[in-house]
């Protein structure tokens, strides 16, 4: 971590030199001011920006380490030079004699926190921030997630009996406000017990804390550590802790300050590969296809300390033909390895990005006279009548020839069981069937078919299990603010969706089949609105 320095001290600083580093930080807001010094054979970096929000604050940081081995010790936001001056002194193991100082047990808790208290600004400089700032979590927002309607993810975030009132110190507010590293380490440093949820416009995470140690994380797509590195790198999304609420769940094997760090290191390369315009559909290509093993490890030796057996895995599997996609899902890495894996070695310059291929001439012919009735009397034989569906033994037969004539693509099947309330999904009408399929058609792009006693079965034809869960999330979104008609309220609607892929998650149709079902009966047992079945095979 890098940081500015604006003064070297010959030790720790005193309240005037507090007081003149807020001067200074005031007078060049946004910008960090700093100061160092050295005690007890250690060296400490105090940070500092002006933050000109409505509550014209300062964010306070003190570092320790040697070298480049700088760990965060606490971070504060306050306008009160004097809290901050003891908060120091406590956290040097020095006594103060100022006799107002707050107690201990108070040094190590956040203050005057911009939007995530129910402290309300002066109206004044409310007014003025209007227009810039981002639009705040608002108590009617507040009031309607502590609704003990039941959700998608069929469970109902609170019960009546357990649910909050707005005025139990509950922070809740927006990450453009604060940003997600500073979050995570106030609720450390205040040592306060209860889950953090962050929702996003695609996704959203439940993060667990103990006494503000992060015990279990559970995301749309991950869980434990790897979701809580990959909401380091959130920019956006309305927040909400909800104190004293638990979980048996322990998920989350690694500490906060090493969690912080690989997650600052995960954001900087994320940021760098975005600018760089990569995305997961991008074909990579080798820049010296002849490069020996060691001429291999001398370039990489420029770039971030990683593991070289995956360094040279992912290298190995670039052959300008595979999506980078691809190659992820053939190795099985998790996104806060490949992001630091490929970032290094477009650093290194070892691999670079794919020329996009010429549009190919096609021949022009006369086109051929069709019977345009022919295929829609094939249709209606392989369809039910009453939901205009395709049949269980049709998606079948799609299935198998996909698979026989094409046992080189990708082919997801997604199953979807609903409900109303209560009710299991076979009790659901036939008509309120077709209106949650035409909903399903207007997001997907596959094959919707009825399944058994499950309700909705769809066959995603050149799709991975990873793609359709992101349309899956899509899908979800949609329906919060849908209206599917009568008999099918989108509140008290029950869904769990199951994902399968061949050929990566099953050999054939038969385990193809299996597999799907397994997943749907994951997501219903853990009430987890989408699972794929290969995070049941790696939970096993």
């Known amino acids: 971590m890098v940081l500015e320095m604006i003064r070297?001290?010959?030790?720790?600083?005193?309240?005037?030199?507090?007081?003149?580093?807020?001067?200074?930080?005031?007078?060049?807001?946004?910008?960090?001011?700093?100061?160092?010094?050295?005690?007890?054979?250690?060296?400490?970096?105090?940070?500092?920006?002006?933050?000109?929000?409505?509550?014209?604050?300062?964010?306070?940081?003190?570092?320790?380490?040697?070298?480049?081995s700088l760990l965060p010790r606490w971070f504060h936001l306050s306008s009160d030079v004097e809290l901050v001056y003891s908060m120091l002194m406590h956290e040097l193991g020095e006594t103060t004699s100022n006799p107002s100082a707050p107690p201990t047990d108070q040094l190590r808790t956040f203050t005057k926190l911009p939007r995530m208290t129910d402290e309300s600004p002066k109206p004044e400089v409310a007014r003025a921030a209007q227009a810039s700032a981002p639009k705040p979590v608002t108590e009617e927002t507040y009031a309607a997630w502590d609704s003990?309607?039941?959700?998608?993810?069929?469970?109902?975030?609170?019960?009546?009996?357990?649910?909050?009132?707005?005025?139990?110190?509950?922070?809740?507010?927006?990450?453009?406000?604060?940003?997600?590293?500073?979050?995570?380490q106030s609720i450390s440093l205040g040592q306060l017990t209860g889950r953090l949820r962050i929702r996003r416009q695609w996704s959203s995470v439940d993060i667990f804390f103990e006494n503000g140690t992060p015990v279990h994380a559970e995301g749309t797509h991950s869980t434990g550590d790897e979701c809580f590195l990959q909401t380091i790198c959130w920019k956006d999304g309305d927040f909400h802790f909800e104190p004293k609420i638990r979980t048996d769940e322990k998920t989350i094997t690694q500490g906060l300050n090493s969690l912080m760090l690989q997650g600052a290191q995960?954001?900087?390369?994320?940021?760098?590969?975005?600018?760089?315009?990569?995305?997961?559909?991008?074909?990579?290509?080798?820049?010296?296809?002849?490069?020996?093993?060691?001429?291999?490890?001398?370039?990489?030796?420029?770039?971030?300390?990683?593991?070289?057996?995956?360094?040279?895995?992912?290298?190995?599997?670039?052959?300008?033909?595979?999506?980078?996609?691809?190659?992820?899902?053939?190795?099985?890495?998790?996104?806060?390895?490949?992001?630091n894996l490929v970032s290094t070695l477009i650093l290194c310059d070892v691999v670079n990005f794919a020329q996009a291929s010429k549009e190919k001439k096609q021949l022009k012919v006369e086109p051929k006279a069709l019977d345009a009735s022919l295929i829609p009397q094939v249709k209606g034989m392989l369809k039910n009548e009453q939901t205009n569906l395709y049949t269980f033994p049709a998606l079948l037969f799609f299935a198998d020839q996909q698979i026989r004539f094409s046992p080189n693509c990708a082919l997801s099947l997604v199953l979807f069981e609903v409900g109303q309330g209560r009710k299991k999904s076979s009790e659901l009408k036939p008509s309120s069937i077709v209106t949650l399929g035409m909903h399903i058609k207007n997001i997907f792009n596959g094959i919707l078919a009825e399944y058994e006693n499950r309700t909705l079965a769809l066959l995603l034809p050149d799709t991975k299990a990873v793609d359709a869960a992101k349309d899956a999330d899509s899908f979800l979104v949609s329906l919060l603010s849908a209206t599917l008609g009568p008999g099918l309220e989108t509140t008290n609607l029950s869904l769990a969706i199951g994902i399968a892929s061949y050929p990566d998650d099953a050999a054939d149709l038969p385990v193809l089949l299996s597999a799907a079902e397994t997943a749907v009966q994951r997501s219903r047992a853990k009430l987890c609105a989408v699972t794929l079945a290969r995070d049941v095979v790696s939970a096993q």
């Not at 807020?22 to 105090?46: H, M, R, V, Y």
């Not at 997961?280 to 820049?287: D, G, H, I, K, N």
């Not at 020996?292 to 033909?321: H, N, T, V, W």
């Open 8 to 68: 070297r001290l010959d030790g720790r600083p005193s309240k005037n030199d507090l007081q003149a580093l807020a001067t200074a930080a005031k007078g060049q807001p946004g910008e960090k001011c700093s100061c160092s010094w050295q005690a007890n054979d250690n060296e400490f970096i105090l940070s500092l920006i002006f933050a000109d929000l409505p509550s014209e604050t300062y964010e306070w940081r003190l570092f320790s380490g040697l070298g480049s």
């Open 266 to 339: 995960l954001l900087d390369n994320t940021e760098f590969l975005k600018k760089r315009g990569l995305s997961t559909s991008t074909v990579l290509v080798r820049t010296q296809p002849n490069l020996s093993e060691q001429e291999f490890e001398q370039a990489l030796l420029k770039g971030a300390p990683l593991d070289m057996q995956l360094l040279k895995g992912l290298y190995l599997r670039i052959d300008g033909r595979c999506s980078l996609q691809e190659i992820i899902d053939k190795l099985g890495f998790q996104r806060s390895q490949w992001v």
């Open 148 to 184: 003990p309607t039941p959700t998608l993810d069929n469970v109902p975030i609170y019960s009546p009996s357990s649910a909050l009132s707005p005025h139990q110190q509950q922070l809740y507010g927006n990450l453009a406000l604060v940003n997600t590293p500073t979050l995570l």
